[in-house]
Each structure stands twice: as structure tokens, then as C-alpha cells.
T-cell receptor
């Protein structure tokens, strides 16, 4: 799976949009971009994923650049409960390595009042 | 729809004892994955199982660790003769299949402490 690069930490004011960048310049054509987050002492929580089109769900939006070498996770109205470590993961669909997600260090997002 | 259920949430074992961690996947999910998170480290893949089959165990330590996912009942991660270095959070995830891009859904983990 392609390696990803994320900033170590970011801050965001409550109520503002949080934009978390991820670089995945070596991504292959059959690899998806997934975002998970881990709130302290809990298991990773799936947020959103995409291949090449922008995606939106009730939690967040995912913007993938046209060349697919980077993406941005957007939390439109951050709350204190969004404070967590956010992981950007590139993963191939199917195959025996399907479940082998590679979690890097992620971005520690701190939402402050 | 219940999520991935893991039990116990906390487990304390003395060195040399056995630890058994259980995972019940989400309803309709037939694929289970185990991950380990050592203190202050990221999650690391251990093993991927389908009912009665081990698909990928490339992340499992060669000794003392085993996993199963029987036809009936939860998946079990078994650690024999535990040592202090086994103290970690063990997370289980499940998915409905491996053909599509279905995301993995994780449980809240079992925190193993070896004294």
C-alpha cells in the first residue's frame, strides 16, 4: 500500500471547519483513500473513503486532487468531540491484503472552545 | 444494528498465564481482522480470518499467538504464556466481504495488562 504523509498536529476552533491534509503521491490506480479517527481509549472509527471523486457523508467531506496525489478531509463544523487522532490510509480493494490497513502516526486534531 | 463487540474490555493476566480475547463481528459480516496497539504506538495488523479460515497471518508473532474464527461463535485471539511485552490494546474489526471497498469497522478493543 502507498505511504501517506500527514501533519503531526493541528488545532481548530469549535464551530469552524477543520481541514486535514494528506499526501499520498505514490498511490496506485486501484487504491482507495480511507479516513479513520481514534478518540482516546476507543477503537478506530471509519469516517469516509473515496477513489477519485469527491465524497460527502453525514460526518465529513473528502476532497481528492485530480492527480490523486493528495486529499483533504473536511469536518465542516468541528466540535470538541471531534478531538482525536485522524488517520489517512491508502488501501487496495480486494485481494488477500484487503484487511491489512497501515496506520501511520496520523494527525492529532485538537478542537478548542 | 450492533457494532463489533469485544470482550472483555479489560483483562489482567500474570506472566505465564493464557489470555483469550473474543470478538463478535457486526451482523452480516464474515471477515474478521485483529490489530494490536502497543502503548504510544500505532495500530499494527496481526491477522485476517474468514469463517474457519486464516486468510493472512503475516502480522502474527511466530510463537504463543493464535487466532480462530469458527463456524459458530466469536473469533478468538489466544495468547499463551503471556509476557509483559504483550500488554497492549487489541482491536478487532469486521467487514462484509473482501471483494469490494467495504470499510473495516472496529470494536472498542480489549486492554490486556500483564503483571
Amino acid at each position: 500500500d502507498a505511504k501517506t504523509t500527514q501533519p503531526t498536529s493541528m488545532d481548530c476552533a469549535e464551530g469552524r471547519a477543520a481541514n486535514l491534509p494528506c499526501n499520498h503521491s505514490t498511490i496506485s490506480g486501484n487504491e482507495y483513500v480511507y479516513w479513520y479517527r481514534q478518540i482516546h481509549s476507543q477503537g478506530p472509527q471509519y469516517i469516509i473513503h473515496g477513489l477519485k471523486n469527491n465524497e460527502t457523508n453525514e460526518m465529513a467531506s473528502l476532497i481528492i486532487t485530480e492527480d490523486r496525489k493528495s486529499s483533504t478531509l473536511i469536518l465542516p463544523h468541528a466540535t470538541l468531540r471531534d478531538t482525536a487522532v485522524y488517520y489517512c490510509i491508502v488501501r487496495v480493494a480486494g485481494g488477500t491484503s484487503y484487511g491489512k490497513l497501515t496506520f501511520g502516526q496520523g494527525t492529532i486534531l485538537t478542537v478548542h472552545p | 444494528n450492533a457494532g463489533v463487540m469485544q470482550n472483555p474490555r479489560h483483562l489482567v493476566r500474570r506472566r505465564g498465564q493464557e489470555a483469550r480475547l473474543r470478538c463478535s463481528p457486526m451482523k452480516g459480516h464474515s471477515h474478521v481482522y485483529w490489530y494490536r496497539q502497543l502503548p504510544e504506538e500505532g495500530l499494527k495488523f496481526m491477522v485476517y480470518l474468514q469463517k474457519e479460515n486464516i486468510i493472512d497471518e503475516s502480522g502474527m508473532p511466530k510463537e504463543r499467538f493464535s487466532a480462530e474464527f469458527p463456524k459458530e461463535g466469536p473469533s478468538i485471539l489466544r495468547i499463551q504464556q503471556v509476557v509483559r511485552g504483550d500488554s497492549a490494546a487489541y482491536f478487532c474489526a469486521s467487514s462484509p466481504d473482501r471483494v469490494t471497498n467495504s470499510p473495516l469497522h472496529f470494536g472498542n478493543g480489549t486492554r490486556l495488562t500483564v503483571t
